[in-house]
């Protein structure tokens, strides 16, 4: 596609469920990487892939965060038990290994009620 | 740990007025330095970089100059515009293992009016 594409847009679900969302990056784009970003903060880093694996994970808050990218496109970032603290918008964005600009999608925006 | 300090928000600023928003940053080794700006409804997008000391990036009006003296890369502009109202941030970017990771200030709003 023409830039990175994350879905839903928006999630609203309820304290305790499980959740997905989904990221596809530009097309050939090796790096993708998961922000999330609390109203009035910036960015902060959650995980960044390399191909499949996962080059570092060190922004992940706890082991109720999970992301996979098991072909090395498509990433998904998986919430367990949601808690009301995990609302905030998740940012995907993606680029290639040897050029350090970042493109972002939308954003999800997660609402946990 | 590498991070990135930038003046709080909101600034609201007239219509042809000078804009300086401060960005100063602590990293190790040597980090390539962004402006993104994030418009109402939009994603964030790169508005200007720069990769090493003294460089200076710059797009639609905007420069920041890489200073690595004083570990900053403030964000200029010298006659901004109702369509500039947007959040601005500072980041760094650094290597890690097969790639780079980029790191986010806390962003600066700002407001500019007719």
């Known amino acids: 596609g023409a830039g990175v594409s994350q879905t839903p847009s928006n999630k609203v679900t309820e304290k305790g469920k499980y959740v997905e969302l989904r990221c596809d990056p530009i097309?050939?784009?090796?790096?993708l990487y998961w922000y999330r970003q609390s109203l009035g903060q910036g960015p902060e880093f959650l995980i960044y892939?390399?191909?499949?694996?996962?080059?570092?994970d060190s922004g992940l808050p706890n082991d109720r965060f999970f992301a996979v990218r098991p072909e090395g496109s498509v990433s998904t970032l998986k919430i367990q038990r949601t808690e009301r603290g995990d609302s905030a918008v998740y940012l995907c964005a993606s680029s290639w290994t040897e050029n350090t600009e970042a493109f972002f999608g939308q954003g999800t925006r997660l609402t946990v009620v | 740990g590498d991070s990135v300090t930038q003046m709080e928000g909101p600034v609201t600023l007239s219509e042809e007025a000078f804009l300086t928003i401060n960005c100063t940053y602590t990293a190790t080794g040597y980090p390539s330095l962004f402006w993104y700006v994030q418009y109402p409804g939009e994603g964030l997008q790169l508005l200007l970089k720069?990769?090493?000391?003294?460089d200076k990036g710059s797009n639609k009006g905007f420069e920041a100059t890489y200073r690595k003296e004083t570990t900053s890369f403030h964000l200029e502009k010298g006659s901004v515009q109702v369509s500039d109202s947007a959040v601005y941030f500072c980041a760094l970017s650094t290597l890690v293992t097969g790639g780079f990771k980029t790191i986010f200030g806390a962003g600066t709003r700002l407001f500019v009016k007719a």
């Open positions: 097309s050939g784009h090796t790096a």
């Open positions: 892939f390399q191909g499949t694996g996962a080059a570092d």
């Open positions: 720069a990769t090493k000391a003294d």
